[in-house]
């Protein structure tokens, strides 16, 4: 969990993006020190590197956009499987196979007359 003064300091760095201001350690801690917050002295500094040639306004409104990132990532490794070459590799083979006799079992269970609800 943040701790007051990370809380403080970003709260501090949203003023000054929303502001259009650029975000130093020095601007930090004078809103700091205006809202009468006392943080350690390092805090400011370093969220100012850490936010250094970053778009905050991008961050903020790209919230939800790391959900994005899931498909990229299964993608490589379909992608690595394509490129393999077809019939080379026999347990991929049998993993499929067994894949669809699972598919098949799953849809009897279905034919049996009766349902989950019923």
Do not use: H
């Not at 990370?6 to 993006?17: F, G, K, P, R, S």
């Not at 040639?53 to 990229?72: F, H, M, Q, W, Y």
């Not at 993993?95 to 349902?115: A, T």
């Amino acid at each position: 969990m943040a701790s007051s003064s990370e809380l403080a300091c970003t709260y501090a760095a949203l003023i000054l993006q929303d502001d259009d201001v650029a975000i130093t350690g020095d601007k930090i801690a004078s809103i700091l020190k205006a809202a009468n917050v006392t943080v350690e002295p390092f805090w400011p500094s370093l969220f100012a590197k850490a936010l250094e040639g970053v778009d905050v306004k991008s961050l903020i409104t790209n919230v939800g956009a790391g959900a994005g990132a899931a498909p990229a990532g299964g993608a490589a490794p379909a992608a690595a499987a394509a490129a393999a070459p077809a019939g080379g590799d026999k347990k991929a083979d049998a993993k499929k196979e067994e894949k669809k006799k699972e598919e098949k079992k799953e849809e009897s269970d279905g034919d049996m007359g009766f349902g989950l609800f019923d």
